[in-house]
């Protein structure tokens, strides 16, 4: 399938009320809402980290349906079904991943960046899944505001259409905290539905939805001072997401781990860190606590004696750029040697998105694939035990 890019609305965290939010929103509207105005408020800083992230706008991959409420396929109209919302400019790898081709098919609609289909299946393009959603009449904005509130308390909209339609139902609803989450703390647990306008009609919201941030899109409180890259907000990321942390004292591999992001995270958390790559890592992040650097391939390494005389690595950690066949390689073999509890690899889809390696990898038992939004092209597999 053809690589083409779409576009995302930023939406920061949990604030649908919030101006500048509104503005960075409407900004990223602009195929969608052609002449729309220039954002003229300073960015949040959650908005501010999307817009960095943001991929060059292009045209969207599929137009806009040209069909009211009323001619929405049947499976939409009189039950529940799935929403997938794509990562952000992977509308084409979600799409492939679902077995969906076109605009349109018996069991699926393409809406912006949105995927509604009658089945529900796990999808590691997908940034949020809205589960359960349904079609609900929405005459008017007071009527679609209190359809939602009397569902449940929290809801963050994902306009497609009707962009401003939506900011003025989403100012009807309770606010919801936008609080930027601090890595360390657990992930949000109150619900967040999510909903799109359809037309001026109605609305389609899902009060379950896979993802506790706004359009799955997880901002941190980052720091400018100690982490010597970004690629360190991916493992926070990952860790937060899944609920696990290192614990002092773990030991943990770090493959690919140039120039110490990941190496900083896990030293920080008091865990001892084997940290590998063929370039050296920063002298600072070397001298932390518990680091010890070795310049080589992480594909070197024997599973058999890695941690040790009889002793098992408690994590590995890989963001080695290679393909992702030979990092299943290597995954396998530490897991035929029972040589590592958990591990948290970056999968880098360089050129052609590998969709075979990628599936071996979620059939893994227990583990999990996934898109995290500090992913570019690249997924992050887990296994957590
Ligand atoms: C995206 S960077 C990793 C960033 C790192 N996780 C951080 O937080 O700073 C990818 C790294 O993989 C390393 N790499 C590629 N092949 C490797 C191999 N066979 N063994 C070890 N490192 C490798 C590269 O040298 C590069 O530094």
Known sequence: MPRRKETRPSSARHEPRQEPRQESGRRAFAWRERGADTPGGKPT??????????????????????????????????????????????????????????????????????VFAKRE?????????????????????????????????????????????????????????????????????????????????????????????????????????SAPSRAYLKLWE????????????????????????????LASLGASVFSVDRAPIEASIAAMPGVEYCQGSGFGLDPRTAGGPGARVDWLCSDMACYPARLYELVTRWLEADACRNFVCTLKCQGETDFATIAAFAAIPGSRVLHLAHNKHELTWALIR
């Not at 806009?64 to 409420?69: I, M, R, T, W």
């Not at 679609?144 to 900011?167: E, S």
């Not at 989403?170 to 949000?188: D, N, W, Y």
């Not at 990952?238 to 900083?264: I, M, V």
Request: hydrophobic share 45%.
């Open 45 to 114: 800083a959650p908005a501010r980290q999307r817009q960095e992230r943001e991929p060059e706008r292009e045209t969207p991959l599929f137009p806009l349906p040209e069909l009211s409420a009323g001619e929405l396929p049947g499976w939409m109209r009189e039950g529940a079904f799935t929403g997938y919302l794509a990562a952000l400019g992977f509308l084409p790898e979600l799409m492939a991943e679902l077995d969906f081709e076109g605009p349109a098919g018996a069991g699926h609609l393409v809406y912006g960046d949105l």
């Open 121 to 225: 299946r796990p999808a590691a393009w997908a940034q949020n899944i809205w589960r359960q959603a349904r079609l609900l009449p929405a005459p008017s904005i007071g009527q679609a505001a209190k359809a939602l509130h009397a569902m449940q308390r929290n809801w963050w909209p994902h306009p497609v259409r009707l962009a401003r339609r939506a900011a003025l139902v989403a100012e009807k609803l309770p606010k919801v905290s936008a609080r930027p989450q601090v890595f360390g703390e657990p992930a949000p647990c109150a619900p967040l539905g999510s909903f799109t306008l359809w037309d001026e009609t109605a609305l389609i919201a899902a009060v379950d939805c896979a993802s506790p941030y706004p359009d799955g899109q997880v901002c941190f409180v980052e720091d400018h001072v």
């Open 238 to 265: 990952a860790l937060t997401l899944l609920g696990a942390l290192p614990k002092r004292g773990e030991l943990c591999l770090d493959l690919g781990s140039c120039p110490g992001g990941w190496t900083w995270v």
